[in-house]
């Protein structure tokens, strides 16, 4: 089982859709969850990050961590085509560096 | 330039040729990590640098791989012998401290990758 897990999509919304983006993981020491954003051949950026359970919001994305049962969350509001990327979620690994990734989640918002 | 460069951006090569692929990091960032992204998987985890500590090579698949970096800065992974399962996007990543610990001074900054082909 790998220590993230995460659908591959593809995922397709019409644009002003709300888009939910989910990730389950494996370790419930996993203390740091991270959302990273994709463009077509560039590498990805960090687009949020949480610390343990709860939201953070900022502007049209909300990230949202349940430890209880190690799911998390990616909300977009309002999607634009802009969001159409691949939506990568991490966690903190055993080491705090080497951060788990999941496979990433592709989502194309059509106008 | 502001962000991680690398090169060649993209390689393709015959399967037994060996490779080279550089990482220049972002000036002032101590961390810098090498990863591999294959078709349909996620980020794999290669192998760690920071400061002058010995590097965390955990993460490399096999000893046809091995990284050097460097002054600090730059580096460099080579791959030897390469296979066809080599086949990837291999992504370098900087970062002005190690781990999250803090908050996003841990944040990975990527390169836009190295794309290999091995035929």
């Known amino acids: 089982q790998k220590e993230v897990e995460q659908d591959p999509g593809p995922l397709s919304v019409p644009e002003g859709a709300i888009v939910s983006l989910n990730c389950t993981y494996s370790?419930?020491?996993?203390?740091?969850f991270m959302w990273y954003r994709q463009y077509s051949r560039k590498g990805p950026e960090l687009l949020m990050y949480?610390?343990?359970?709860g939201n953070k919001e900022d502007g049209r994305f909300t990230a949202q961590v349940d430890k209880s049962s190690k799911y998390i969350s990616l909300f977009i509001r309002d999607s634009q085509p802009s969001d159409s990327a691949t939506y990568l979620c991490?966690?903190?690994?055993?080491?705090?560096?080497?951060?788990?990734f999941g496979k990433g989640t592709s989502l194309l918002v059509t106008p | 330039g502001a962000g991680v460069s690398q090169s060649p951006s993209n390689k393709v090569t015959e399967k037994g040729k060996d490779v080279e692929l550089r990482c220049d990091p972002i000036?002032?960032?101590?961390?810098l990590y090498w990863y591999r992204q294959s078709l349909g998987q996620g980020l794999e985890f290669l192998i760690y640098?920071?400061?002058?500590?010995?590097?965390?090579k955990s993460g490399l698949p096999s000893d046809r791989f091995s990284a050097e970096r460097t002054g600090g800065s730059v580096s460099t992974l080579t791959i030897q012998r390469t296979q066809q399962e080599d086949s990837a996007v291999y992504l370098c990543?900087?970062?002005?401290?190690?781990?999250?610990?803090?908050?996003?001074?841990?944040?990975?900054?990527f390169g836009e990758g190295s794309r290999l082909t091995v035929l």
């Open positions: 000036s002032g960032h101590t961390a």
């Open positions: 949480t610390y343990s359970s």
């Open positions: 991490a966690t903190s690994g055993n080491s705090g560096y080497a951060l788990n």
């Open positions: 640098f920071q400061g002058n500590s010995a590097p965390d």
């Open positions: 990543a900087s970062s002005l401290e190690p781990g999250l610990a803090g908050g996003v001074s841990g944040e990975l900054f």
């Open positions: 370790n419930s020491a996993f203390q740091y």
